[in-house]
């Protein structure tokens, strides 16, 4: 069995929708099939869910949001006209506008997966099955033992269907939504529920790129990565997969593809627990952070003191996206848009916590480079190979880090370095596979 979540570049309009459904044709396997909201083409140059979302910000203003709901309605009536559609969408649009104003955000902007869904069930000549009946999140996040009782009752193991990604159910039966590219969870999800053979994730990419092809030109491919590589990946902000979606996928051991819908028979990338050839599996980063340095005395010696810190990083909705800590210190990295409107308040209470003795001080301008690879614990070199070609073009490395699951190595950089340090690892180790020394 394979599930199979198309995103909604894959379903951008009826031309899509025919790609789709001779995919889905040319293999019997593929039999439950999760939907994102219609995304954009040169035609529609707004999502469907940006066209929601912007509808309900402008729901108080009646010919604004009259503008935005004939742009929706008229975009899913010509679907249903052009694939020859007979669901009755006619009656749900009215009946959704006609009750905007009573409606919450998560059950507005969730109708787009809603519509596109019952388009492509009946396109498919499959059953529709809404993300209401079944899947229950707690927080936006989802609550899978509670999602198992709900998904076992409704006995879909043999019929095929489709399901709308995105959107669930709380406790107390309220809709929520989850974070923008949920679908991918929302496939993943079903595809722990169902035991899948497989889950494939249709995008408009042929796979995973190995660094960013903004930055690098023409990067590789990356063939196969294990799940905790896919994760360090999807931490750093690699945009073609969800964060959330991976766990219920490695909970049963799922293997998954990444494939694209425009070039279906291009291999795009495998994602299991085999490790793979590749000396690097990929290079990722990130700019713009700040690292708080806090120096004190045996900082380290009472615990508190870091829970104290933390307390009150939370306090003042600062998310600390790594932090390092030795015997006198402690760094705290952190996203420097967040701390820009608080920096003087932190302040203000570090130096409360900590009245005597304690070296406060900013490094801003930070950028982060991760290099992941399963690689590292059987090649400790590696690392040190790397250092070396930053420091032998003169890039001030700000700090190195590796992580506790040796597949992650990260690179702290000043922002005016970041390109340069992204090109000379990229390069050296394009340059060290093809010359065959892994």
């Given at each position: 069995?394979?599930?199979?979540?198309?995103?909604?570049?894959?379903?951008?309009?009826?031309?899509?929708?025919?790609?789709?459904?001779?995919?889905?044709?040319?293999?019997?396997?593929?039999?439950?099939?999760?939907?994102?909201?219609?995304?954009?083409?040169?035609?529609?140059?707004?999502?469907?869910?940006?066209?929601?979302?912007?509808?309900?910000?402008?729901?108080?203003?009646?010919?604004?949001?009259?503008?935005?709901?004939?742009?929706?309605?008229?975009?899913?009536?010509?679907?249903?006209?052009?694939?020859?559609?007979?669901?009755?969408?006619?009656?749900?649009?009215?009946?959704?506008?006609?009750?905007?104003?009573?409606?919450?955000?998560?059950?507005?902007?969730?109708?787009?997966?809603?519509?596109?869904?019952?388009?492509?069930?009946?396109?498919?000549?499959?059953?529709?099955?809404?993300?209401?009946?079944?899947?229950?999140?707690?927080?936006?996040?989802?609550?899978?033992?509670?999602?198992?009782?709900?998904?076992?009752?409704?006995?879909?193991?043999?019929?095929?269907?489709?399901?709308?990604?995105?959107?669930?159910?709380?406790?107390?039966?309220?809709?929520?939504?989850?974070?923008?590219?949920?679908?991918?969870?929302?496939?993943?999800?079903?595809?722990?529920?169902?035991?899948?053979?497989?889950?494939?994730?249709?995008?408009?990419?042929?796979?995973?790129?190995?660094?960013?092809?903004?930055?690098?030109?023409?990067?590789?491919?990356?063939?196969?990565?294990t799940y905790d590589e896919l994760q360090?990946?999807?931490?750093?902000?690699?945009?073609?997969?969800?964060?959330?979606?991976?766990?219920?996928?490695?909970?049963?051991?799922?293997?998954?593809?990444?494939?694209?819908?425009?070039?279906?028979?291009?291999?795009?990338?495998?994602?299991c627990n085999e490790f793979s050839n590749?000396?690097?599996?990929?290079?990722?980063?990130?700019?713009?952070?700040?690292?708080?340095?806090?120096?004190?005395?045996?900082?380290?010696?009472?615990?508190s003191n870091f829970v104290e810190i933390?307390?009150?990083?939370?306090?003042?909705?600062?998310?600390?996206?790594?932090?390092?800590?030795?015997?006198?210190?402690?760094?705290?990295?952190?996203?420097?848009?967040?701390?820009?409107?608080?920096?003087?308040?932190?302040?203000?209470?570090?130096?409360?916590?900590?009245?005597?003795?304690?070296?406060?001080?900013?490094?801003?301008?930070?950028?982060?480079?991760?290099?992941?690879?399963?690689?590292?614990?059987?090649?400790?070199?590696?690392?040190?190979?790397?250092?070396?070609?930053?420091?032998?073009?003169?890039?001030?490395?700000?700090?190195?880090?590796?992580?506790?699951?040796?597949?992650?190595?990260?690179?702290?950089?000043?922002?005016?370095?970041?390109?340069?340090?992204?090109?000379?690892?990229?390069?050296?180790?394009?340059?060290?596979?093809?010359?065959?020394?892994?």
């Open positions: 069995m394979i599930i199979a979540k198309f995103g909604g570049s894959s379903l951008a309009g009826a031309h899509q929708f025919n790609k789709v459904k001779s995919l889905v044709q040319n293999n019997p396997n593929r039999t439950h099939i999760v939907v994102s909201a219609m995304g954009k083409d040169e035609a529609n140059p707004v999502k469907l869910t940006d066209e929601l979302i912007a509808l309900y910000d402008n729901r108080a203003n009646d010919e604004l949001a009259a503008e935005h709901f004939e742009r929706i309605k008229v975009r899913l009536l010509t679907l249903k006209k052009d694939l020859a559609l007979t669901v009755n969408l006619d009656y749900q649009l009215e009946d959704f506008y006609r009750n905007l104003n009573h409606l919450s955000y998560a059950e507005c902007v969730s109708r787009g997966e809603y519509f596109t869904a019952q388009l492509m069930a009946e396109y498919l000549g499959y059953q529709f099955v809404d993300a209401i009946d079944f899947l229950v999140l707690n927080q936006n996040q989802v609550d899978l033992k509670s999602s198992q009782e709900k998904f076992a009752a409704l006995n879909l193991q043999d019929t095929p269907c489709v399901f709308p990604g995105f959107y669930g159910l709380d406790n107390q039966g309220n809709m929520q939504l989850m974070p923008r590219s949920g679908s991918d969870t929302s496939g993943s999800v079903i595809a722990n529920l169902l035991d899948a053979d497989l889950y494939e994730n249709w995008t408009d990419v042929a796979g995973i790129k190995a660094a960013d092809p903004r930055l690098i030109d023409n990067p590789k491919r990356i063939e196969q990565l360090e990946l999807a931490y750093m902000g690699l945009s073609v997969f969800q964060e959330d979606a991976i766990k219920p996928i490695k909970d049963k051991n799922i293997p998954t593809r990444i494939l694209d819908t425009n070039h279906p028979d291009a291999l795009g990338t495998t994602i590749q000396l690097i599996t990929g290079l990722v980063g990130q700019q713009n952070y700040t690292i708080i340095h806090i120096k004190k005395f045996s900082l380290s010696r009472d615990y933390f307390k009150l990083m939370s306090d003042l909705s600062l998310a600390v996206s790594y932090t390092f800590s030795g015997k006198d210190h402690i760094d705290l990295i952190v996203e420097s848009s967040q701390l820009n409107k608080n920096k003087a308040l932190l302040f203000d209470k570090l130096q409360t916590l900590f009245p005597t003795d304690c070296q406060i001080t900013l490094k801003e301008d930070i950028s982060l480079i991760a290099a992941v690879s399963d690689k590292f614990s059987a090649k400790p070199y590696l690392v040190s190979d790397l250092i070396e070609q930053l420091n032998q073009n003169e890039i001030d490395v700000q700090f190195v880090n590796q992580s506790s699951t040796d597949v992650k190595v990260l690179f702290g950089v000043k922002n005016d370095d970041y390109i340069k340090a992204l090109q000379l690892l990229y390069n050296y180790v394009e340059k060290k596979e093809k010359i065959n020394l892994i």
